[in-house]
């Protein structure tokens, strides 16, 4: 299976610097064909992205996404709509949990992005209170179950599923950022691969990349690709600078 960078660059970049970035990271950055990279620029930037992307080398995924295809939606954006642009969409990033998406709106949406053929990368994980308090493998598998609510074995195949903590996160809220160790984590891909064998049988992980993300930079990926059935990183502050980027996806590229 393919190792999977995932680069969110939230909310962050307009056309024009997106653009820029865009080709700083075609400069530095090689295709490997063991390797896929998908960028998650705001929405306003994948069209301008699409026309010029070299799709031997980068994917573009969406950051949200509607669960209806069209409608009266102000502010909405389909996944009739995205169809085309992007390959990829995440789904049920913490930050947007925060902002009051639950597990059935987050369930809703996923089957939106199978349904138009989009791959979602399902977003799960802990926050501060739940990792202090031991709740984190509830809270990683409830999150789990709800989401695939809606989805058969074969919408699965495909999945991506990413653990962020979000106490790992980088909030630039003058925090440190404070990255996960292996050991922090191991209990989640645990957690996931006995969650989606319980609900699809043993097929159900076949297909399924299991990535990591929260404070991913290039001095600590490494680690992270080499547990066990973390197949890949989703960065967030790293991916906005196309030094560190190249760096994690040269890493990536190494292993
Ligand atoms: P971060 O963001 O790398 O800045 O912590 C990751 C994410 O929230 O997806």
Redesign the pocket.
Known sequence: MKRLIVA?W?MNLGPGEASLLMRRLDEHIEAKSSTEIVICPPAIDLYPLAKDLDRKKFKLGAQNVHYLDSGPYTGEISPAMLAGLADYV?VG???RRAMGEDDSLIAAKLSAAVRNNLTPVL?IGENLHDHQHNLAERVVVDQLTAALANLTADDIAGLVI?Y?PVW?????DGHP?R?ATPDDIRFAYRAIRTTLEELYGEGGLAGVRLLY?????PDHCRAYLEMDHVDGL??????LNYESFAKIVKTVQSL
């Open positions: 969110n939230k995440i990033h913490s930050e977003c990413a962020e790992a996160i980088n909030h630039h950022p990255p993300g929260g404070s991913v930079d989703l960065p967030g502050t790293s991916s």
